[in-house]
């Protein structure tokens, strides 16, 4: 992925945030699994559990989910940060799926509207996480930031590079005083 900020000054913020969204997500399965236990595994019944719709196959998926989710936040590093990339596109296309299956037959896990609209939210955050918590040496950092002031060059290699045929970026200022007039 290019250029996201490694070393990020709040990592640790959004690293809470990814916290916050893995342990919702395990209380969401633990109270679900306490409330669905001895129904049928895939009920679609009227069960809630934190105010959502759930049955005991959800349960179940989220307490491994959110244990995931926890294990990337203590772990931290760069499996964090995948976790939370992949995690969050995830919960985000769970819910959009779950929200055309809805009132259909497929709507295995029970899901209600609140139940999409919480697992957006639950996405997003863990996809802002994602994309602040890279962790890099200093040396990496540093080349990035140059690159984002316009002071340095791209530190990732991509196919469509020039080679040095086009070693600086354009000035900040054209003749007229704007970019790219």
């Not at 893995?22 to 009227?46: D, K, M, N, Q």
């Not at 998926?61 to 294990?71: D, E, P, Q, T």
């Not at 990339?85 to 819910?95: I, K, R, S």
């Amino acid at each position: 992925m290019a250029h996201i900020p490694v070393n990020h000054p709040l990592a640790p913020l959004y690293r809470f945030l990814a916290g916050v969204a893995g342990a919702y997500v395990l209380a969401f399965g633990i109270v679900g699994l306490v409330e669905t236990w001895g129904h049928p595994i895939f009920e679609r019944g009227g069960t809630f559990a934190l105010g959502l719709h759930t049955n005991l196959a959800f349960s179940l998926l989220s307490v491994v989910v959110g244990a995931v989710v926890l294990g990337g936040v203590l772990i931290g590093g760069n499996p964090a940060h995948w976790i939370n990339m992949v995690g969050g596109g995830v919960f985000l296309l769970a819910g959009l799926a779950m929200l055309a299956l809805m009132q259909t037959d497929l709507n295995l896990l029970n899901f209600s509207v609140a139940t999409c609209v919480a697992s957006y939210g639950i996405g997003l955050a863990m996809l802002l996480s994602g994309l602040y918590d890279k962790v890099g040496p200093p040396e990496a950092a540093e080349a990035e930031e140059r690159f984002r002031r316009m002071a340095g060059e791209d530190p990732l290699a991509h196919r469509w590079r020039t080679e040095g045929r086009y070693p600086k970026r354009p000035a900040p200022d054209g003749p007229d005083g704007h970019r790219f007039a």
